[in-house]
């Protein structure tokens, strides 16, 4: 059984700072990359920051220069630091972890349940 378990969403003023976390727990043998993503009501659901296990980063162009992920492997977690919120940064931010279970012979992708960030105006 594996699984990721957010945490640190919650109700922030805009220009703002929040930081979520990420844990990964269960039968793991290897997680290559952790990420990040968000969805609004009424649309799909958009990256926001990856990062492999090796530390190479990717973010959405909406994020880049206020976003900052980074990860720990020692622990199998993963955070995001929000700085500058913005109005439109509120959205249910989802973890997302590639990862290889003990026993296993593939990767596979596993979802945390969600947590909500919301910033007001």
């Known amino acids: 059984q594996v699984q990721l378990v957010e945490s640190g969403g919650g109700l922030v003023q805009a220009g703002g700072s929040l930081r979520l976390s990420c844990a990964a727990s269960g039968s793991i043998r290897s997680i290559n990359s952790m990420g990040w993503y968000r969805q609004v009501p009424g649309k799909q659901r958009a990256l926001v920051a990856t990062?492999?296990?090796?530390?190479?980063?990717n973010y959405a162009d909406s994020v880049k220069g206020r976003f900052t992920i980074s990860r720990d492997n020692a622990k199998n977690t993963a955070y995001l630091q929000m700085n500058s919120l913005e109005f439109e940064d509120t959205a249910v931010y989802y973890c997302?972890?590639?990862?290889?279970?003990?026993?296993?012979?593939?990767?596979?992708?596993?979802w945390g349940q969600g947590t909500q960030v919301t910033v007001s105006s």
């Open positions: 990062i492999t296990s090796g530390g190479s980063t």
């Open positions: 997302r972890a590639v990862l290889l279970r003990t026993g296993g012979m593939f990767y596979y992708e596993y």
